[in-house]
């Protein structure tokens, strides 16, 4: 049975088009894979009608704003909030939505005064429905994969995209299957897609693994993939950064960091940066920087060892499981969003993403261990005089603290790097750990403790 078409009835093709994001060529529909059919790169979408008639900035600023008083479904999304922006729907109740988007933007001040820069901020997308930043691009292609008439949708996942795609799938009638790779994978993030009725498949293998076998699944069934090469994906996925320059009245920080795994997330506020210049809502851009962990490090050995012109992919291993990827599929599109933001790529250790996400939680701000690179990341980039103290900073935090739990219970009971080579640098951490207290039950008890406390 011949897959359906990424084009379909319901599917107002004219309003944007394919592009390849290496030839240039442009196309009205998309094979499966996502491939452009001439020289096999990724695809992009494009507008081609705002050549002709660019759609007036002030107007969308204020048609965004008075968007926020609607109580209509598709309003209430903090993605099709901004639709003026994406791929055109006939209506509006054609969008599967769980009220994405809308997450807040908190200052640091414990943080701000560690790394030396006062201006920091953080960007929660762990706050999304199902806690993380992957909602923002899965509303829209999940909606645009039931447009095309798909009643399968599937992925290859760390964890994050398989419980965002199961819902939004769930949401939309339609079935899905996960790809996960076995014992590598948080249970938490397993438990969602399996609470909402995926398909879910273990494969011996890591998730770069996972991701070839899904290639070759949509050429052979009916099943249209959402990973982060689907350019749907990241279509949603860049109102993260339209929100933000809100939240900013329209004012771009200097420096705006992410966490780097498929690469797809950093491509997509890049995109969207481009965007908002070209259409007059922003008058600069604002650098856009990647940090990965230094075990799935692809990106920066790309950058160091091949000037970006061809991928090193290296056998991932890292803790922070949501970036544990070794082939990233978008790494030509981050790094145009590098060249065109004038950004930087730093990788930092597991110790170091460690420390940095007890600090975020110090807070009282949690998130999983992928997004405390962008903490770790910064001190690394003020010590190298890239990003200057008299700056403004947004980090961007991808992933909820519950998504790993049980890192953040290793860490505190001072297991985390247990007979591991990051084992000496445990001592560095103590100051950091809170592990629980296990006391008889009186109420001296209780007070030395508390008495204890206060003197530390």
């Keep these: 049975?011949?897959?359906?078409?990424?084009?379909?009835?319901?599917?107002?093709?004219?309003?944007?088009?394919?592009?390849?994001?290496?030839?240039?060529?442009?196309?009205?529909?998309?094979?499966?894979?996502?491939?452009?059919?001439?020289?096999?790169?990724?695809?992009?979408?494009?507008?081609?009608?705002?050549?002709?008639?660019?759609?007036?900035?002030?107007?969308l600023k204020a048609t965004w704003r008075n968007r926020r008083l609607s109580s209509d479904p598709i309003d209430l999304s903090g993605v099709w909030r901004f639709r003026e922006l994406l791929p055109a729907l006939e209506s509006d109740e054609q969008a599967i939505t769980l009220r994405e988007g809308n997450t807040p933007l908190y200052e640091l001040p414990q943080c701000a005064r560690i790394t030396g820069v006062p201006r920091l901020l953080a960007k929660h997308q762990g706050l999304n429905p199902t806690g993380s930043f992957k909602d923002a691009g899965m509303t829209v292609a999940a909606t645009f994969a039931r447009l095309a008439g798909f009643r399968w949708v599937?992925?290859?996942?760390?964890?994050?995209?398989?419980?965002?795609?199961a819902a939004y799938a769930a949401r939309g009638g339609m079935r899905s299957m996960v790809l996960v790779p076995d014992g590598k994978i948080s249970w938490s993030k397993l438990s969602q897609a399996l609470d909402y009725g995926a398909v879910t498949c273990q494969l011996r293998t890591d998730f770069d693994g996972c991701l070839r076998l899904l290639q070759e699944l949509v050429r052979r069934a009916p099943v249209y993939q959402l990973n982060s090469i689907n350019p749907f994906r990241l279509e949603g996925q860049k109102t993260l950064a339209l929100e933000l320059l809100e939240q900013l009245d329209w004012q771009p920080p200097d420096h705006i960091i992410v966490p780097g795994g498929n690469l797809g997330n950093s491509s997509a506020i890049g995109k969207a940066l481009l965007e908002m210049q070209a259409l007059g809502l922003i008058s600069r851009l604002p650098k856009l920087s990647v940090i990965q962990a230094e075990g799935a490090n692809a990106l920066v050995r790309t950058?160091?060892?091949?000037?970006?012109?061809?991928?090193?992919?290296?056998?991932?291993?890292?803790?922070?499981t949501a970036i544990r990827i070794g082939n990233p599929a978008s790494w030509k599109k981050a790094v145009h969003v590098l060249e065109a933001t004038g950004g930087a790529c730093e990788q930092v250790s597991e110790v170091e993403i460690a420390q940095a996400k007890a600090e975020i939680g110090a807070e009282g701000i949690g998130c999983e261990p992928a997004s405390a690179v962008t903490l770790a990341g910064l001190k690394k980039l003020v010590k190298q005089g890239f990003v200057k103290p008299e700056e403004s900073v947004v980090l961007v935090l991808t992933g909820n603290l519950l998504k790993d739990p049980d890192f953040t219970m290793e860490f505190h009971q001072g297991d985390l790097f247990k007979n591991t080579s990051d084992e000496s640098?445990?001592?560095?951490?103590?100051?950091?750990?809170?592990?629980?207290?296990?006391?008889?039950?009186t109420l001296d008890a209780v007070i030395r403790t508390l008495e204890q406390a206060e003197k530390s």
């Design 154 to 165: 599937a992925c290859a996942s760390t964890g994050n995209t398989s419980a965002s795609m």
């Design 425 to 441: 640098g445990r001592a560095a951490l103590d100051a950091l750990r809170r592990p629980p207290i296990v006391l008889d039950a």
């Design 303 to 320: 950058l160091r060892e091949a000037d970006g012109k061809r991928l090193i992919s290296v056998q991932a291993e890292t803790h922070a």
């Design 1 to 59: 049975m011949p897959p359906p078409s990424t084009s379909a009835q319901g599917v107002r093709q004219a309003a944007f088009r394919f592009r390849c994001i290496t030839c240039g060529d442009l196309s009205d529909t998309a094979s499966q894979d996502f491939r452009c059919a001439r020289c096999g790169d990724l695809l992009e979408i494009t507008y081609p009608r705002w050549k002709e008639a660019s759609p007036d900035a002030a107007k």
